[in-house]
């Protein structure tokens, strides 16, 4: 399965990411954390940020976790992914998709930004930034919402846990099927 998080940046994907990827390694799971910022560092530097980028980004990142999902292994991918179809294309590539929308306010988030990214995008001196100047698409009916604005990361890590879970039991029954 995968277990998509998605949000603007600095919503607390990789927090939430990292954290819930221990706990189901701790519940004896075989899960694999893709951070979405080091996996374009390290694996495809030949993208920017272009829509076609960001979309082939996503593309990409949503491949290796398949991968990783076909193999049995929970595979936890923490990506700002803006854009609705990209994330869809994922998910209907796979069985179980759980998609996790890390809300926080704009303000919140810039507040949180210790890169000083967003101060940038704000000065015109990063372009294509998303919340900033290229549009985020929130999820229509994501599996979960954690808002980590006004939830602690136990509460977000619960309700998360909880639908993998649920997840889990169905594909073990054979009743979740690939849509």
Known sequence: MIVWLTGLPCSGKTTLGFALTERLRAEGLQAEFLDGDVVRRELWRDLGFSKADREENIRRLGFVASLLARNGVVAVVSAVSP???????????????????????????????????????????LG????????????????????????????????????????????????????
């Open 83 to 125: 854009y609705r179809t990209a994330r869809d294309r994922v998910r209907r590539e796979v069985p179980a998709f759980v998609e996790v929308y890390v809300n926080a306010p704009l303000a919140v988030c810039e507040e949180r930004d210790v890169k000083g990214m967003y101060r940038k995008a704000r000065a015109g001196q």
């Open 128 to 179: 294509g930034f998303t919340g900033i100047d290229d549009p985020y698409e929130a999820p229509l009916a994501p599996e979960v919402e954690c808002r980590t604005d006004i939830e602690t990361i136990d509460e977000s890590l619960n309700k998360i846990l909880g639908k993998v879970r649920t997840a889990r039991a169905s594909l073990e029954t054979g009743i979740l099927t690939k849509s």
